[in-house]
């Protein structure tokens, strides 16, 4: 059939007939398991009835109320309950409808907020590289990832960077925490090249995402930040927007390194691929600073939509009633031990990191340098096309910067059982004993 859509690429799928929890059908009958919950967006899995009857009773009512015209009770609830579950102060809530939405939000929340004070000269955001943050022009700024960045460099303001803390690449004698500290002191530095007066913050992913595959730092850097950043007065932003929501098995990532940021980017599976939504959320006395001095110069036309604001609140309750993160908890820790398994088993498997159901592996030539493999082989979107015939859906990108280098995210659903894990990795299994055979 001819299609009239355009996306990344030239490249055709099947069309999808349904989904329920962890499964998805083609029109051809086709099953397959979702292992990434898309784009780690479906965190309680498809087709949840308790979320679609909030939707359907929410539909009867209202669809649409623009903030300016109404208040809706949807919107009102869901951010007393964000506002329970997030960091002490975290008190005021600003909805979007994505990812790259929250990310700009809390930017320009944090620039008005200088803005307020009259600290004009600080306006430079220095995020980490390579990362990913979006792809509107203001989250690209933030992103370092080459592919999506080059063709519009003269496009965008040249924020700083600085070195994700991908210790598993360094060869060197450091304790894990020594290397912590050598990464976070790296933002010191940067901060200080750049001139302290000109930074407005520092903006980071607890846990990596597409850009770095899972990446936890060592638990020194994350405390070693937030002093940084207390030192020379700039906002800790946290890019919740993968890691948020349940899916590492804490509600918010940010809780396993016991750290409270400034300000709080979410999205993905706030709405868990019902609606689109996302959300950031700030101290008090930021907001209020803003609101004070005029308002926040800023909002998009779907902000606070009772639909999806309906159905994020059904996401959250469900977490919350089926004990999804505790499940989280269980069935990360099982896939991460076979996923470690099968780099016992296949050499080119350099690293397996992750938390919760938020996992990676990557693939190197040589585990003693961690050389990767040939850029030439696109491993990354071999192995992925393997498993996808097999009936496994798993999430690949460059590790390097996006040039070479490859690595691949496991995430399937918080609903994941432990049976269900084993067929996941049994898919792995077959599907890298036959990429290793065409190698």
Request: aromatic residues 10%.
């Amino acid at each position: 059939m001819k299609s009239h859509l355009f996306y990344q690429t030239r490249d055709r799928r099947p069309l999808l007939e349904r989904a329920e929890g962890i499964y998805m059908w083609d029109i051809n009958g086709k099953k397959y398991i979702d292992g990434s919950s898309g784009a780690m967006v479906s965190n309680i899995g498809h087709s949840n009835p308790n979320v679609l009857k909030a939707i359907q009773t929410q539909m009867n009512k209202s669809t649409f109320g623009y903030r300016l015209h109404f208040e809706n009770e949807p919107a009102e609830k869901l951010a007393q309950k964000v506002a329970e579950l997030s960091p002490e102060g975290h008190d005021k809530v600003f909805f979007v409808s994505g990812g790259s939405e929250a990310v700009e939000s809390a930017v320009k929340l944090a620039r008005q907020y200088a803005y307020s004070r009259g600290e004009n000269d600080r306006w430079k955001v220095i995020s980490r590289s390579p990362s990913y943050h979006g792809a509107t022009l203001g989250a690209l700024a933030l992103t370092s990832y080459v592919p999506l960045n080059a063709p519009f460099v003269p496009m965008v303001s040249d924020m700083p960077k600085i070195p994700a803390p991908r210790c598993y690449l360094d060869q060197d004698n450091l304790t894990d925490d020594e290397r912590g500290i050598k990464y976070a002191e790296m933002l010191r530095e940067k901060i200080i090249e750049t001139g302290p007066e000109t930074v407005l913050a520092f903006i980071m992913e607890p846990i990596g995402g597409a850009s770095t595959g899972a990446l936890v730092a060592p638990d020194s850097y994350y405390s070693r930040t937030r002093e940084i950043c207390d030192e020379f007065g700039i906002f800790l932003i946290y890019d919740e927007v993968m890691t948020g929501v349940g899916r590492t098995g804490k509600f918010l990532a940010a809780e396993h390194f016991g750290i409270n940021p400034d300000i709080i980017a979410t999205a993905k599976g706030f709405g868990a691929g019902y609606v689109p939504l996302g959300a950031v959320t700030a101290k008090q006395h930021i907001v209020d600073a803003v609101l004070d001095s005029g308002g926040f110069q800023h909002g998009y036309t779907y902000a606070g939509n009772p639909m999806a604001c309906a159905a994020g609140l059904a996401v959250i309750n469900e977490i919350y009633d089926q004990d999804m993160m505790t499940n989280t908890v269980k069935v990360g820790e099982e896939l991460l031990t076979g996923l470690n398994a099968l780099m016992d088993k296949f050499p080119f498997i350099g690293d397996v990191r992750g938390k919760g159901l938020l996992t990676a592996f990557e693939l190197v030539s040589d585990r003693g340098t961690m050389a990767p493999l040939p850029a030439s082989l696109n491993a990354y979107s071999k192995l992925v096309e393997i498993a996808y015939k097999r009936g496994l859906i798993i999430y690949s990108r460059r590790s390097r910067g996006g040039l070479e280098g490859d690595h691949f995210l496991v995430c399937p659903p918080m609903i994941t059982t432990s049976a269900q894990i084993a067929d996941i990795l049994n898919i792995l299994n077959d599907s890298l004993e036959e990429f290793a055979n065409d190698l």
